[in-house]
């Protein structure tokens, strides 16, 4: 049978190719009435057809890992919560022994931690279910269950005048979510800056803060801020917003209730000047900064040091008698040892002037960091003990909790969660896409420009090409398999190639990274899929992204008229992808790679320079002349209806 | 073929290849050391001769062997010093010269007795030998004359040993240039000669960096005191950079032991020993985290220069570990496998012969003495000519926020002069920095204030056609 079968395709392979060539022009004709391209040397079959998203990397299964999210501890200090959002699981841990005691299923991608007042109650937020459980922390039993914002990722509760409160930080639905806990009801949702990942309340319940990882969508040329965002726990509503400008990437909020202040570790990302070189924080370096709460003063702080760098600081605790915070670098596996003390002699005796200039200043952090602790792979989440006497770190991609002594400063131990998952190559990649280890000074990692593999939702300005002309638009690697070649040129047909020699000599400047992490990497950025997108819950579309849909198919105008192949959506953003691979010249300044569409909602800005803001922007702004696309015909609900279906992709 | 004489010949190819390979690499305890006659007297012609006198010698020494053996690696030669040891511990290169006469070249020793070979055949001699994370040769030449009126027709540069032996030239500005060593992120840092020319804020030797290709000339730390040198910069296992500080150009008189951090290097200068001002010869960093330190024994009379070991947190040298009434010992170096710096891939392009700059603010500095002054509304840039005159390029109008953007020749000393609208020089800086072909280059001000980030802000300047600068027609450059 199988000799038959395998004679049987070369026959029709030989017939099929016997007509291709006796219809060559027919072909030649078709590739180029398809494509769009004049020049078809890049042009395959297999840019419109036989594409599938089931073979590819991010939709096949995967190893999972026991990698440490949040923290919590309860209030007599003996044990330790620890989310694992990759097993769908709580475990909880003895403190003193430094075992895991039990691990319980919860599922969603439980991630953000809290506990009530008396520890009885766990409160989880579950990223990918959209909702805040409550677990019974005597049975570790879900006990309630709540509907939130898209993508909660940090919980914190509170005492007010009006009951007992809790503030979620709901990611994706850039929004918080107050809740009651008794009865469990939603009070408010505020909004929020952009993503909005973790927060904190003051000790009396009167303000609670959030910080957001990304900054507001704002005109490529002008300086990026995120937000430290001031909700009322008791009102749900929005009190306050003080903008942290040209700054981004804050992962963890902490109070200082002593001196009144709010820390949170940041990027200071500097992407409007030209990436001539990466020393003396050109392109970007990590600080934290000081919210004065009772005059909103914003002053940031270096992290990094003249000649060395601590990338990616993301998690940060501050110890009970406000004397010192910690601050954990994922990228360069350091916790940040910061005297509060000195930070506020210091900005005592600064000038106005000098305090604005801190954050440029980068032999300045020697003035109040009074040590660095090596940690294993990926510090992100720290929290401190009741009694402030240990530091928990959570080491995330080393699946494991490193506990120090908070007076020496050394280590106590550490709580082992897995066994680090180096036999992944997935795993492994996460790794080198988390370390700052190959670039120079150690100053950035693959993570600093693309947060959990997403986006930034900045501009940078590379130097390839001369200065200052070569504005560039961060693209999401989430999804990107498959839909090669790279950059917004086109002109990489790889990611080994993307992700080598030439990031090497244009952005991290050092040698590439070498071949055997390279793949790792690779593997790893294939693996990960398109963001989770806001659907209906029964997966169906709604009347308008169904109205949406239909003018994405258009082959004719709202009056009938034939649209041409090459105007048309789905010509160029053919399913099951959403890209056909290749370069169009949509009237932004030359032919530039079709990016894929799967998460568009949440990749703003857009455009090869990132200069539409918005989906509608695309077309209202920048597509004059039907230059991108027939859509001059549409009237303002039909392109709402296509911007309602684009972003169910 | 019969196996046995497979197996000779799997035997024959492993010992070929065992031969082949580093023969002293197992050894841990091997020491490469700099010895100088206590006696010598000659007059020095030139900086080396003063440092290693004619008899002066290079030795390894293998304290795991009982007794201590020891090997002179620069046999043939009348003097030798100033060794570095190759990433995997198996190659020394120095400096030597065959004959008093001769000028000093770079030779590279291996640790099997063979004679030493040269590396180097530069005019005017080759000195400070540094080895980049690729394995290849970085040196300055020519070697500095010891007596103004002697012939000295360039300045000290630095050059680059590339793979087929010629020598490439890295470094280009308008002083001498000493000391080389290479950081942990590869970057090459050297001893910078102060300017003696009007506007120049560096008021004695400074420490500079650049990178393996020669681009991104900048200022690492100082300046030091007028009329002080600076000599033997190493970078430390705790992160600070460590180097002998002598208050006298005088080459005669010896020098302090002083550091700096790489966290904050321009405001941490300090004693590397709180407790004693010894007269010191050479800092290494040894095994661990421990120091080779060569040091006047004080507990001599004759104060011998003697081989100290302490750890980084000492405050005084101690007893020392190897003393020799016939030698002073002035350079000591583990001969072991060490890490790799960082390497770097070059953005430089040979083809091109202009570079690019980019001031986000020449009203910007950290200069008080440009203070109270009215704005630049335009830069004259300046380049050193091979006759040491100064040429004016052109100028290059400055944008409201004080940003300017030139294009530029490559390979050539540059200066600059902020210009106010009444072309009153408002600030001048003489050339000291360079472009590699195809560098684009970017600073934040003038004489900025040192380690300071830019602000995050979109230049003017970028919304205008480039400035296009040239050598004046029949200019030769240096």
């Known amino acids: ?649 | 073929m019969s196996v046995f004489r497979q197996l000779l010949v799997l035997i024959a190819g492993a010992m070929l290849l065992a031969n082949i390979g580093c023969r002293q690499a197992a050894r841990q305890n091997g020491l490469v050391l700099v010895q100088t006659p206590v006696a010598a007297t000659q007059p020095a012609a030139d900086m080396l001769d003063a440092r290693y006198p004619n008899g002066s010698r290079v030795l390894f020494m293998d304290q795991t062997a009982d007794p201590k053996t020891e090997m002179v690696l620069s046999q043939g030669l009348v003097a030798a010093g100033d060794p570095v040891v190759s990433y995997d511990g198996c190659a020394v290169y120095f400096v030597g010269k065959e004959t008093p006469e001769s000028d000093w070249q770079i030779y590279r020793g291996n640790l099997s007795g063979d004679l030493p070979k040269p590396v180097t055949s530069m005019p005017g001699g080759a000195m400070h030998p540094a080895l980049l994370p690729t394995g290849s040769l970085v040196f300055i030449s020519p070697v500095p004359k010891m007596h103004p009126g002697q012939p000295q027709n360039r300045l000290p540069a630095i050059y680059l040993r590339a793979a087929n032996g010629s020598p490439s030239q890295l470094s280009f500005g308008a002083r001498a240039v000493s000391d080389l060593t290479i950081l942990a992120d590869g970057r090459i840092l050297f001893v910078q000669a102060p300017s003696n020319e009007a506007g120049s804020a560096s008021a004695g030797p400074a420490l500079f960096t650049i990178n393996s290709d020669g681009t991104e000339i900048t200022a690492f730390a100082g300046a030091l005191t007028a009329g002080s040198r600076i000599e033997h910069p190493r970078l430390l296992a705790d992160g600070r950079v460590a180097f002998i500080h002598a208050a006298s150009n005088d080459l005669s008189t010896r020098g302090v032991a002083e550091c700096v951090s790489l966290s904050r290097p321009f405001q941490s200068l300090a004693p590397l020993f709180s407790g004693e001002l010894a007269l010191v010869s050479s800092v290494e960093p040894a095994l661990g985290t421990n120091l080779l330190i060569c040091a006047a024994n004080t507990a001599d009379s004759s104060h011998r220069l003697a081989l100290f070991q302490v750890e980084p947190a000492a405050t005084v040298l101690a007893k020392p570990i190897l003393t020799d009434p016939q030698w002073n010992i002035c350079e000591a170096v583990e001969a072991v496998a060490r890490p790799r710096p960082m390497g770097r891939l070059s953005t430089m392009d040979p083809q091109k012969q202009t570079g690019k700059i980019l001031c986000l603010n020449a009203n910007f500095s950290g200069d008080q003495s440009m203070g109270g002054q009215s704005l630049a509304t335009h830069v004259r840039l300046t380049a050193r000519t091979a006759s040491g005159t100064t040429v004016v390029l052109g100028e290059a109008p400055v944008q409201a926020d004080g940003s300017f953007l030139a294009e530029v020749p490559t390979d050539v000393p540059l200066g600059f002069e902020t210009l106010d609208a009444n072309n009153h020089v408002l600030h001048r800086q003489p050339p000291v920095i360079w472009l590699r072909p195809a560098e684009n280059r970017s600073c934040i001000g003038c004489h900025e204030p040192p380690n300071r980030a830019p602000h995050n802000a979109r230049p003017l300047a970028l919304n205008f056609p480039i400035t296009s600068l040239n050598l004046p027609a029949g200019t030769t450059p240096p």
């Open chain 1, 1 to 649: 049978m199988k000799p038959r079968l395998i004679t049987l395709f070369l026959v029709v392979a030989a017939l099929g190719a016997v007509a291709m060539w006796l219809r060559q022009d027919y072909w030649v004709d078709h590739m180029s009435r398809m494509s769009g391209q004049k020049d078809l040397s890049h042009v395959t079959c297999f840019n419109c057809h036989m594409v599938s998203t089931a073979k590819l990397r991010w939709a096949q299964p995967r190893p999972h890992h026991d990698a440490p999210a949040g923290l919590a501890v309860s209030p007599d200090g003996k044990i330790i919560y620890i989310a694992l959002d990759d097993r769908d699981q709580i475990a909880a841990a003895d403190a003193v022994s430094q075992k895991v005691l039990r691990r319980v299923k919860v599922a969603g991608r439980p991630f953000g931690l809290a506990l009530d007042a008396a520890g009885q109650k766990l409160f989880v937020t579950c990223r990918d279910a959209d909702r805040l459980a409550i677990l019974d922390t005597q049975t570790l039993k879900e006990t309630a269950s709540i509907g939130v914002g898209m993508a909660p990722v940090a919980v914190a509760y509170c005492r007010t005048s009006a009951g007992e409160r809790l503030i979620v930080a709901n990611s994706m639905a850039d929004n918080i979510s107050v809740l009651s806990v008794s009865p469990l009801r939603e009070i408010g949702r505020p909004s929020a800056g952009r993503e909005p990942f973790d927060v904190t309340v003051n000790p009396d319940g009167t303000r609670a803060f959030v910080v957001n990882r990304m900054a507001w969508l704002a005109s490529v040329k002008t300086v990026p801020a995120a937000e430290v965002t001031e909700i009322d726990p008791v009102t749900a509503r929005t009190i306050g917003r003080d903008p942290l400008a040209s700054a981004h990437l804050s992962e963890s909020i902490g109070i200082v209730p002593s001196r009144s202040w709010v820390l949170n570790p940041l990027v200071k990302v500097r992407n409007l000047v030209p990436i001539t070189q990466v020393a003396n924080g050109w392109v970007m370096s990590s600080g934290f900064a000081v919210t004065d709460t009772r005059t909103c003063k914003v002053i940031q702080l270096p992290l990094d040091e003249a000649n060395n760098y601590y990338a990616d600081p993301s998690g940060m605790a501050v110890a009970p008698d406000g004397k010192r915070a910690f601050i954990a670098s994922g990228g360069s596996d350091v916790v940040s040892v910061v005297d509060l003390d000195k930070v506020s002699a210091w900005l005592a005796a600064a000038s106005v002037s000098t305090k604005e200039e801190a954050i440029n200043d980068m032999s300045l952090s020697p003035e109040y960091v009074i040590a660095r602790i090596p940690t294993q792979r990926n510090p992100r989440q720290l929290l401190i003990s009741p009694d402030g006497g240990t530091l928990y770190v959570a080491e995330r991609l080393q699946d494991s909790i490193l506990l120090v002594d908070t007076k020496t400063l050394t280590t106590k131990g550490r709580i082992m969660l897995g066994d680090g998952g180096l036999n992944d190559p997935i795993r492994r990649g996460e790794r080198v896409f988390t370390t700052a280890a190959y670039t120079f000074q150690h100053q950035f990692s693959c993570r600093s420009c693309h947060p959990d593999g997403h986006v930034d939702g900045l501009s940078y300005d590379f130097d390839t090409s001369g200065i200052g002309d070569n504005l560039l638009d961060n693209r999401s690697l989430l999804g990107v398999a498959g839909t090669e070649p790279f950059k917004w040129n086109g002109k990489n047909p790889s990611l080994e190639v993307q992700c080598g020699p030439r990031f090497a000599k244009v952005l991290m400047r050092t040698d590439p990274i070498p071949p055997k992490e390279l793949r790792d990497l690779t593997t790893f950025i294939k693996s990960q899929p398109p963001q989770r997108v806001a659907r209906r819950h029964d997966g169906k579309l709604t009347p308008a992204q169904e109205r949406g849909k239909a003018i994405f198919f258009a082959t004719k105008t709202s009056a009938g008229v034939e649209i041409p192949h090459g105007k048309r959506c789905s010509s160029c953003h053919r399913p099951p992808l959403y890209t056909v691979r290749l370069s169009f010249d949509v009237g932004t300044g030359g032919p530039f790679d079709t990016p894929h569409l799967l998460g568009v909602a949440n990749t703003a800005p857009y455009l090869h320079d990132g200069r539409a803001l918005s989906l509608e922007e695309i077309w209202t702004l920048y597509s004059t002349n039907d230059t991108h696309g027939v859509t001059s015909y549409m009237n303002k609900e039909q392109l709402n209806d296509l911007v309602e279906f684009l972003k169910t992709l």
